[in-house]
């Protein structure tokens, strides 16, 4: 009864309401917040502070900027929807918010578009080099279809593609990356597929700022060809784990392609079938299925672990 209480009065304040309605939309600094609500930064960060002490909105920091957005996961999400989906967004004051804010996004988008045209060459050039994506991505929903994934994670989410892939089958999904540029591309994306069940933070791999035991699904895709050591960045993973979840890994076969370490910075030539095995295995985790989708001159390859031998027995039915 307290908590339900103090949401309420936190809630129950006319600037407060229009930025649950503002956070339920999108992820924004406070500079944005002040810039369409046309208030003071010091009154715009009291009344966060009091909306993330109640739980209604959930603050995550990037680099030097802090976001904010809905709460997803706390005792008051469901308080904080309820209240969101109560307010009639025709209202001239939220409307007028609502308007402020595509122009928000509209900026945010085209910073977005600038920084993928400057990259396109160059993942253009290595999607070339391998089976085409949609076969990848058929595949791998395939070999996870017969998990039931509320918890999500895409780590090192880059564009955000496999978020917009999976997110409309789970309840909540965070991609994670090392690149503030990505994440801001990934954010418009997945803002623009309008999956509010999505999100993106800035997070090293070796040290994700995640609960053990969370997630029901986490995914490297083509992720740890980049990677100093990748067996590391899979024990992290496996941390995360649900003792039911499903690791899943999408990378390339051994090749000898110099030209993607000299030129596209990749710290590996590829991983054997059997060096996955043996990081998972070192990691704690079963392993599962294995595909290898043959290309020229590359071959993508995808595996499947899991924590325990019945979470195998589980995915080997995808299979």
Not at 231 to 236: L, V
């Amino acid at each position: 009864m307290e908590n339900l209480l103090h949401g309420l009065r936190a809630a129950g304040e006319e600037t407060r309401l229009r930025l649950l309605v503002l956070c339920a939309h999108s992820e924004l600094t406070v500079s944005e917040l002040t810039q369409i609500l046309g208030q003071s930064q010091p009154r715009v960060s009291r009344h966060l502070k009091l909306l993330c002490d109640a739980g209604l909105l959930d603050r995550y920091q990037e680099g030097s900027w802090v976001y904010y957005r809905l709460s997803a996961k706390s005792g008051a999400s469901l308080l904080a929807r309820t209240l969101v989906d109560l307010v009639p967004e025709a209202d001239p004051v939220v409307s007028r918010d609502l308007e402020r804010l595509e122009a928000v996004k509209k900026v945010r988008n085209i910073a977005a578009e600038e920084y993928f045209r400057e990259n396109a060459a160059h993942w253009r050039e290595i999607r070339s080099l391998h089976v085409p994506e949609e076969a990848v991505e058929a595949v791998l929903l395939e070999m996870t279809e017969e998990h039931d994934i509320a918890d999500f994670l895409d780590i090192g989410t880059g564009t955000g593609r496999m978020l917009e892939l999976f997110g409309p089958r789970v309840e909540h999904a965070i991609g994670v990356d090392t690149s503030r540029e990505m994440l801001s591309f990934a954010r418009s994306a997945i803002e623009e597929a309008g999956l509010r069940n999505c999100q993106v933070r800035l997070a090293d791999m070796y040290n994700l700022p995640l609960t053990s035991d969370t997630q029901d699904a986490i995914l490297f895709h083509q992720v740890l060809h980049y990677a100093e050591n990748p067996a590391t960045a899979i024990r992290e993973a496996a941390r995360l784990l649900k003792g039911n979840g499903i690791l899943a890994i999408v990378d390339f076969a051994p090749h000898d392609l110099e030209s993607l370490r000299t030129d596209h910075a990749h710290r590996h030539m590829g991983f054997s079938e059997a060096e996955i095995w043996r990081y998972c295995e070192q990691a704690g985790l079963v392993p599962g299925d294995f595909r290898k989708l043959e290309g020229d001159p590359l071959t993508v390859n995808i595996w499947t672990a899991a924590p325990t031998a019945a979470s195998q027995s589980k995915g080997a039915v995808a299979s």
